[in-house]
């Protein structure tokens, strides 16, 4: 007898199929003498679909709504369906005994799995294979110690509470707004409130008003010193600035006080998804998504890191034995910074890092035992790799540490002072690559109480209070994960959607809001855009997957939810102006046209939600160059089919003419914008409004 293994991946079940030596290699599937594995292509179930109840909801109408199922049901995602119609078929043989469930350890991990033994009606014992890394060695011990499924059913529920939820208050939400207002209007349970902390910056911008503000600076000495009563060194009214000046230009100095402190600052904690997330963005500019999708290669492809979708910085006790191998795989690669570590025998000096209760499904993002080959790894990976070795390596370094000296003078009776830093050890900065350069030694040291000196080279700077910054990446994932908004592993996929459904713009590495999304806030229910009612959901579902919290109750608030939402819509004398509309109008219904931006440039799309015109603003450049003038040619496309031309020398060739000067790249672009797509799947409020709302880009 032999066991079935679904994987989420055909790369992961490779990986799998090779460690446990599984030889014979079947389209969907491979098999060995113990076990057969097969896989998911991401998820290959998913909830029904509104038209699936009742065909009548396939168009779009706000009176259908709410649409509340009485259980919700599952479909075979069309596309993958061949993929699924494989694993149902090795589920029916007579010589499988059970099913070992390895797709990714986590919430989704088990939805996709679940799901799928839920459509094929599974009776048999389930198993779980639950690892933090891909590598042969954790492969190998993760199947020596195979979980029973029962364990993980409370995450099961958590999974099918978030995804019911997300359906049916995003898909009414969005379909009450869409209907009533007439434009693709797009809200959800996370993406709406994240939006709403964007605007709401972008409000406390607005009503900033800058003021005026002067400091005083001067020289004692040698020393360079500062005007400051009661820690503030502002002064808001110049004319009592110009006073001080006169007040203090040319008089004594004295030392009253000087304070030395002597300091420390404890090592960072390894990478958290969203910490790691943060710092690419800082660093690199890298959005979520870059970081995750670079992440996901390290861990899948390369195996140089453990699973990234985690939320904890810490790891578990009985991973300090294997600091000295994670160590001796990264050493080819980072020589100087492991050599005086492995002399240590690995030892761990930051402590605190091992923390079981601070764990819950996965520990922080660090090394595997893998030995690095650095040269394989893209420059991006390299970046993000760097990342995660020098935070990994800082716990095995000091403190830093500094001392502080602050020396307070008395000048005719107001207070100036002097600040100087000291490093005693770099500790662990030195591995961090720190960009602070070691102070010279001043003269605060050598200063003595009662000392004086004369105040000279005084003057007044004045400067302007500023506003606060609108939401950089790194900022904006600070702000989700303080309020609790999705999870590490859906966070970038948030931010994209927010983008992609033109609420907010990226400019210059920082999010600001759209007309659309502006009316969007004005028109959604104050409790959908309230960070805290989100975070209180997400906080229901975690205690759900730690079976401590009732999932029927959870989700039978969110339809009561869901009821009184769409209520206040249809109720609602609210206004909305379609954005971007244009003074041409569409040749197939009359209706004005939109200009929308999309990733391949700007588009103009018919407004009326029942016509599907859309056509490209201005031509596509291709890699064709002119032959006259050597520029891009423009794509077109006439009834002969497929050409180019120049926009300078009015030069046209056929695609056919040349085909070999249509690269690779080149002929599948071409082909995916002339070749009508299938229709999107998927279970997250992006896929179940795609249709409606990529009609329009």
């Not at 709401?200 to 010193?225: H, M, N, T």
């Not at 713009?505 to 969007?520: A, I, M, P, V």
């Not at 309230?530 to 579902?541: D, G, I, M, N, V």
Request: proline share 4%; aromatic share 8%; net charge positive.
């Amino acid at each position: 007898m032999k066991s079935l293994i679904i994987a989420e991946k055909p790369s992961v079940a490779r990986e799998i199929a090779r460690v446990l030596d599984l030889r014979e290699k079947h389209k969907s599937y491979i098999e060995g003498k113990q076990y057969i594995i097969t896989w998911a292509l991401g998820h290959l179930v998913e909830l029904k679909m509104p038209e699936n109840y009742d065909p009548k909801y396939k168009t779009w109408r706000l009176e259908d709504l709410p649409i509340i199922p009485d259980k919700m049901g599952l479909k075979v995602i069309r596309q993958t369906s061949h993929q699924f119609k494989a694993i149902e078929g090795l589920a029916k043989r007579q010589d499988i005994k059970d099913l070992i469930i390895a797709t990714d350890a986590g919430r989704e991990g088990e939805l996709v799995a679940r799901w799928i033994i839920e459509k094929i009606h599974w009776k048999k014992p389930i198993k779980r294979l639950w690892i933090s890394s891909v590598t042969d060695r954790a492969i190998r011990d993760g199947f020596k110690q195979l979980k029973p499924g029962e364990q993980f059913e409370n995450l099961y529920q958590s999974a099918v509470c978030r995804a019911e939820a997300d359906w049916l208050i995003g898909l009414n939400v969005s379909r009450a707004l869409t209907t009533k207002y007439k434009d693709p209007l797009s809200a959800g349970r996370v993406q709406t409130p994240t939006l709403s902390l964007i605007i709401d910056r972008e409000k406390q911008i607005q009503k900033f008003v800058p003021k005026k503000y002067w400091v005083i600076k001067a020289k004692c000495g040698s020393l360079e010193v500062e005007w400051e009563k009661n820690g503030e060194k502002r002064i808001f009214d110049k004319e009592q600035a110009e006073k001080m000046i006169t007040k203090v230009n040319g008089q004594k100095a004295v030392v009253t006080e000087i304070n030395t402190k002597e300091k420390a600052e404890q090592q960072p904690l390894p990478y958290d998804l969203n910490e790691l997330q943060r710092d690419a963005n800082k660093r690199y500019g890298f959005s979520a998504k870059k970081t995750l999708s670079v992440l996901q290669k390290l861990y899948e492809e390369h195996k140089y890191v453990t699973y990234p979708r985690t939320d904890s910085r810490y790891l578990t006790t009985d991973m300090e034995a294997t600091m000295y191998e994670r160590l001796t795989g990264i050493s080819s690669a980072y020589k100087e910074e492991v050599k005086p570590l492995l002399a240590n025998r690995g030892k761990v000096i930051a402590k605190r890092v091992f923390n079981n209760e601070k764990v819950s499904d996965h520990h922080a993002i660090i090394p595997t035992e893998e030995k690095v080959h650095i040269n394989d790894l893209s420059s991006d990976e390299r970046k993000i790799y760097d990342l995660i070795v020098r935070r990994f390596l800082t716990i095995f370094y000091p403190p830093f540490k500094y001392e502080t000296v602050q020396a307070q003078f008395k000048v005719n009776g107001e207070t100036f002072t002097a600040k100087a830093r000291n490093i005693k050890d770099w500790g662990f900065k030195k591995i961090q690559g720190h960009d602070e350069e070691e102070p010279a030694h001043n003269n605060l040291q050598t200063l003595k109480i009662g000392q004086n000196d004369s105040i000279r080279g005084i003057q007044m700077e004045e400067r302007l209070t500023e506003p606060p910054l609108r939401y950089s990446e790194a900022d904006l994932l600070g702000q989700m994960e303080k309020y609790g908004l999705g999870t590490p592993a859906t966070r970038a996929e948030i931010i994209e959607r927010l983008v992609e459904t033109e609420v907010v713009e990226r400019q210059n590495g920082r999010f600001y809001s759209t007309q659309k999304g502006r009316q969007l806030m004005d028109l959604v229910n104050k409790d959908l855009k309230s960070p805290e009612l989100t975070a209180k959901w997400e906080k229901e579902l975690e205690l759900i997957a730690r079976g401590k919290a009732n999932p029927k109750q959870f989700l039978k608030n969110i339809r009561k939810q869901t009821e009184a939402l769409v209520s206040e819509i249809k109720q609602s004398d609210k206004q909305y102006r379609t954005p971007n509309l244009t003074g041409s109008k569409c040749p197939e219904c009359g209706s004005f046209l939109k200009e929308r931006n999309t990733k391949d440039g700007k588009f103009l799309v018919c407004s009326s939600l029942d016509c599907s015109y859309r056509r490209r603003k201005e031509p596509k450049l291709s890699n064709r160059r002119c032959p006259q003038c050597h520029k891009k040619m423009e794509i077109h496309e006439g009834k002969a089919g497929l050409y180019f031309q120049c926009r300078n020398c009015n030069i046209v060739e056929k695609a056919e003419e040349k085909k070999k000067a249509v690269n690779k790249r080149e002929e599948r672009k071409l082909l995916q914008k002339y070749t009508k797509k299938d229709e999107s799947f998927g279970t997250s409020l992006g896929d179940l409004l795609k249709a409606k709302l990529e009609g329009k880009e």
